[in-house]
């Protein structure tokens, strides 16, 4: 069985002796063993981000862009072997696997222009002979605390911008699927990037919480459940870091009567049923206003019925199995719960043909699609986030009670609007409580020169990963103001300083 190590100062190190085990979704099957970092080792990749620092910072923006130019085209022709290694552990498809990898490659090239990302501005003549100007400079040590269900595309949301921006980075993965992190770690050295400054974690929650106490890690970007995101926030906060903390979801999509109902189906299904449903921009709830509704769920329930559940690595396979047998549990218990609290069972992925027999008979963390109609929209399958391949159909009976009941929800990352009426989607677009919004797009993640996060419980923090906020948050601001005397100086004034 494999052995996931740490990364420290450039090279895999063997852990204190906790670990945790490794699990293949498809199989159930135990395929190795991660090791935990205690907090020795968090200090030891902390020491060595702290050494790296100042040479790194010191490098010319030239030579950074050089290496993530390098890291950039050793991540493509890697992409199937990173893709492969998430399919094995995290379980979702071959194609879907490589997407992530596609999607995070984008803030790489994002990244590869920091010359220009860090231009400052320039004021000649603010005064008399003085002249003003900012620049940006990298906070030092940082850290990503990062989920199971993108192992190489959310880190890479954080770790190109910061290391471009001079910075010295530290990954603490998932313990669930750590793999893809030692193999990014090995093609960064290989691009040139400088030992220390790429270091890789593996750990639990006594990784985390060094992290997130230790005085040279000066800001912490998170992405995963809200409860956590919420300690992740208020524990790095109260010890002076600067903290992003991405949350969770509960994603609706809105269907006013005039869509294109072909259109729709096909997007509730691929943004529903996606990855097992493991996403935090998934689709989790289609708010169908009347009379729309029956139409659209039999759209619905003939494109679910069509779908293949089977292995990542099965190029026939659509959709996988969930990532471990607790979370495939808790998700399932969704299902009676929903009809208990009155909605309609139409399709019950415990029933799903996975490889000829059914996802709950088959070993592995099988659920397949499943779809609950007239769900009540004071439900706990309407208001919680269930993270897994459940979807849920609330009738309403206008587009104003379709919004009041986006707005009204605890989160506020994502949600799409689906319309042929521009005015309706202009009206949305400025009504909803959301953070990204699609306009006929079921999963608006921006590319990377936006950035991305959402609103109320979705994000703790002031900023969102990638784009122009990504580089702020990974540098700080400084404004130099300046005089060069010439023969005309006048002497000392004892008076306070104007701009005359």
Known sequence: MKNITHWIAGAPAEGSGRTAEIFNPATGEVAGQVQLASVAEVDAAVASA??????????????????????????????????????????????????????????????????????????????????????RQPLGVVAGITPFNFPVMVPMWMFPIAIAAGNAFILKPS???????????????????????????????????RLLEHPDVRAVSFVGSTPIARYVYETGTSHGKRVQALGGAKNHMLVLPDA???????????????SAGERCMAISVVLAVDPVGDELVDGIVSRVSALTVGPGDDPASEMGPLVTEAHRDKVASYLDLGVSEGAKLVVDGRLTPVRGGAAADTPGFWLGPTVLDHVPADSRVHREEIFGPVLAIVRVSSYEEGVELINRGEFG????????????????????????????????????????????ASLFGDTHVHGTEGVHFYTRGKVVTSRWLDPSHGGVNLGFPTGG
């Open 50 to 135: 702290v050494a790296a620092y100042p040479a790194w910072r010191d490098s010319s923006l030239v030579k950074r862009s050089q290496v993530l130019f390098r890291f950039r085209e050793l991540m493509y022709a890697n992409r199937d072997e990173l893709a492969g290694l998430i399919s094995s552990e995290h379980g979702k498809v071959h194609s879907d696997a490589l997407g992530e990898v596609t999607r995070g490659l984008e803030v790489v090239e994002f990244a590869c222009g920091i010359p220009h990302l860090l231009k400052g501005g320039f004021s000649e003549g603010v005064s008399t002979r003085v002249d003003s100007y900012s620049i």
């Open 175 to 209: 313990e669930k699927d750590p793999s893809a992190s030692l193999l990014m770690a090995a093609l960064w050295k290989e691009a040139g990037l400088p030992d220390g400054v790429f270091n890789v974690v593996q750990g639990d929650k006594v990784a985390v919480d």
């Open 260 to 274: 294109d109902l072909d259109l729709v189906a096909d997007a509730a299904v691929s943004a529903g049923f996606g």
């Open 413 to 456: 990352n994502g949600t799409a609007l689906f319309t042929n009426d521009g005015g309706a989607a202009r009206r949305f677009q400025n009504e909803v409580e959301v953070g990204m919004i699609g306009i006929n797009v079921p999963i608006p993640v921006p590319m990377a020169f936006y950035s991305f996060g959402g609103w109320k």
